[in-house]
Nanobody, 123 residues
């Protein structure tokens, strides 16, 4: 089993920045890809960003390209999401996920999920 714990969420004004972190523990050898998803009230969970184990492959949702950056520190079993130029529509609960195989935008391909961290962007 793998446990994922997110941190770094909070309240920020539009145009501001936040950095989310997600640290894995347990059988950390059992996953390769790590990604971020988000879910706003009344909406379905949506893909944000994902990265391969060595960071050679990254994917981003069109809505966050150029504003968000995913990175990971495998020595710390941690993945980060740097979020800049935040907009009110970025308000959501952000979830970290881990899985195997190639980086994918499909949440069904991820085996492990964190509890989520709230990000609120005020206008």
């Amino acid at each position: 089993q793998v446990q994922l714990v997110e941190s770094g969420g909070g309240l920020v004004q539009a145009g501001g920045s936040l950095r989310l972190a997600c640290t894995a523990s347990g059988h950390t050898f059992s996953y390769s890809i790590m990604g971020w998803f988000r879910q706003a009230p009344g909406k379905e969970r949506e893909f944000v960003a994902t990265m391969s184990r060595v960071g050679t492959i990254t994917k981003y949702a069109d809505s966050v390209k150029g504003r968000f950056t995913i990175s990971r520190d495998n020595a710390k079993n941690t993945v980060y999401l740097q979020m800049n130029s935040l907009k009110p529509e970025d308000t959501a609960v952000y979830y970290c996920a881990a899985g195997v195989g190639a980086p994918t935008i499909d949440p069904d391909d991820y085996n492990y999920w964190g509890q989520g961290t709230q990000v609120t962007v005020s206008s």
